[in-house]
T-cell receptor
Framework: AQTVTQSQPEMSVQEAETVTLSCTYDTSESDYYLFWYKQPPSRQMILVIRQEAYKQQNATENRFSVNFQKAAKSFSLKISDSQLGDAAMYFCAYRRPSGNQFYFGTGTSLTVIP | KAGVTQTPRYLIKTRGQQVTLSCSPISGHRSVSWYQQTPGQGLQFLFEYFSETQRNKGNFPGRFSGRQFSNSRSEMNVSTLELGDSALYLC????????????????FGPGTRLTVL
């Protein structure tokens, strides 16, 4: 079974600084998808970024980028120029190539300090 | 496009009762998945419906069931409620386009907060 591990339950960052959230996963599959979701206090899960395993290029979305290391099964999220609105719980998720079941990590609570 | 909607947003029930939660996916999305979120267990997959058929199922007891209608709307039912069923129940929809390498992304609703007393 696939497992997703987020080893940092809590992180904090100064406003305008950069922070990296870690995620590792365990799988025997070669093709899959990885996602980062954000869950602010409103509890609405919001897609931040996604990465296809067959792509070597790391995904970027504005201030958000990932460092995808397939061999190491690592998928970290970098948030640049952190803003107060980035404060939320961040979940890493794995999706198999077929079917639509997502496996989520336990989340990292990010605090942004003004 | 309207997002995923879930009703009701909050619900209080007592042990032994049953409850039905509803989810309306984004227009055009054919797959609906349900998750239970608790502080202790995190996000756990309940099941996924696609074209009115359950396609995947997580490790939950038979008290948890669901269905999907022809318009892709989905309902989740929990019978004989237990205190441990108190949680945020999230619904997510996706296009579920065909092909092994579809870049399907799930879009989540705001959730239904269920409290069992």
């Amino acid at each position: 079974a696939q497992t997703v591990t987020q080893s940092q339950p809590e992180m904090s960052v100064q406003e305008a600084e950069t922070v990296t959230l870690s995620c590792t996963y365990d799988t025997s599959e070669s093709d899959y998808y990885l996602f980062w979701y954000k869950q602010p206090p409103s509890r609405q899960m919001i897609l931040v970024i996604r990465q296809e395993a067959y792509k070597q290029q790391n995904a970027t979305e504005n201030r958000f980028s990932v460092n995808f290391q397939k061999a190491a099964k690592s998928f970290s999220l970098k948030i640049s120029d952190s803003q107060l609105g980035d404060a939320a719980m961040y979940f890493c998720a794995y999706r198999r190539p077929s079917g639509n079941q997502f496996y989520f990590g336990t989340g990292t609570s990010l605090t942004v300090i003004p | 496009k309207a997002g995923v909607t879930q009703t009701p947003r909050y619900l209080i029930k007592t042990r032994g009762q049953q409850v039905t939660l509803s989810c309306s996916p984004i227009s055009g999305h054919r797959s609906v998945s349900w998750y239970q979120q608790t502080p202790g267990q995190g996000l756990q997959f309940l099941f996924e419906y696609f074209s009115e058929t359950q396609r995947n199922k997580g490790n939950f007891p038979g008290r948890f069931s669901g269905r999907q209608f022809s318009n892709s709307r989905s309902e989740m039912n929990v019978s004989t409620l237990e205190l441990g069923d108190s949680a945020l129940y999230l619904c997510a929809s996706s296009l579920a386009s065909s092909g092994l390498l579809s870049t399907d992304t799930q879009y989540f609703g705001p959730g239904t907060r269920l409290t069992v007393l």
